[in-house]
């Protein structure tokens, strides 16, 4: 367990609608520790409260019972010292504001002065590889580039911690695979310690230095499990055969959880 980790969360339980007969216990005695720097994937079947989980790290929901600290300080010092950027399925993209005014929004909104926001933006569209896209608009760009200056625009105002979710889920699998290789380019550039939403055990192995397994609902965490492959990874690393090992570990830790649940 990393000894001063960026992100903690001690026993964090959510319950929705709580006192009603609609009561969701979404996620139950969740601890779970974050080192600067980790790539780590939230993994597990559909409703297990990844994206909660997210969303309660991120000042979005608050928990039931127990605490989340980011960077020292609670969710919502950390939302307005700008500690995190997100990244959501849609880019969520201003049509009326142009690239280079979407991803130079957080920074207006801080008050940052026009040079200073020029300049951030132009070196935010160079890192993710849409420099001479800056003046057009989003409908003018396919999907995959606008989840990049949806990123452009989380990283703008340098935050330490990246929140995505299942940023990459709307796209095609060649676009996909794309867009896995540059996120892992500008996380190296970046040091930005990464927490990532995703359904996909190949993504998931292919992007994460750790992969927290979440069991179905109410959501515990089930395996945490080290991914060893070196980095850089690249197309090649799709064809070792300790990549296919590792997709077998984790889905042994998600089957293994299925089968004790059904069980139960
Ligand atoms: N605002 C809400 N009100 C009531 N129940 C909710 C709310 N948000 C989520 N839930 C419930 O909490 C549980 C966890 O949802 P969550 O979206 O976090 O899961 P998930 O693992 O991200 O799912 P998926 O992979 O399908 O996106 C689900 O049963 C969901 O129906």
């Known amino acids: ?20 007969d609609r ?15 980790e790539f780590v994937s939230l993994l597990g079947p559909s409703g297990c409260g990844k994206s909660t989980l997210l969303r309660i790290m991120a000042d979005l929901t608050p928990p039931t019972a127990g605490s989340v600290s980011l960077n020292g300080k609670s969710p919502a010092t950390a939302r307005r010292d700008r500690d995190y950027g997100m990244v959501f399925q849609q880019a969520g993209l201003f049509e009326w504001r142009s690239v280079q005014r979407n991803v ?13 926001r020029r300049a951030k933006t132009a070196a935010m569209l160079d890192l993710v590889r849409l420099p001479e896209f800056a003046r057009h608009f989003p409908w003018q ?9 949806a990123i452009a625009r989380a990283l703008s105002a340098d935050p330490k911690i990246l929140f995505m979710d299942e940023p990459l ?4 699998e060649m ?19 990464v927490v990532f939403v995703t ?3 190949t993504e998931a192995v292919f992007l994460s230095s750790r992969i927290v397994v979440m069991s179905p609902r109410p959501g515990r965490i089930a395996a945490s499990i080290d991914v ?8 090649e690393t799709r064809t070792l055969p300790a990549f296919f090992d590792k997709i077998t570990e984790v889905r042994e830790a998600l089957h293994g959880m299925t089968v004790a649940e059904d069980a139960a």
Request: hydrophobic share 35%.
């Open 169 to 172: 889920g709307a796209l095609d």
């Open 104 to 116: 130079e929004l957080p920074l207006q909104v801080a008050g940052v002065a026009k040079q200073e």
């Open 228 to 235: 060893d492959l070196p980095y850089p990874r690249t197309a």
């Open 1 to 20: 367990m990393p000894e001063s980790p960026i992100i903690r969360i001690d026993g964090v339980t959510k319950q929705f609608n709580p006192g009603t």
């Open 23 to 37: 009561s969701v216990t979404a996620l139950a005695d969740i601890d779970l520790t974050i080192a600067e720097g």
């Open 175 to 193: 676009n996909r695979e794309h867009l896995q290789g540059e996120l892992l380019r500008i996380w190296s550039d970046t040091r930005t310690t």
């Open 141 to 149: 760009l396919s999907g995959g580039m606008q989840q990049r200056v």
């Open 199 to 201: 359904h996909s055990i």
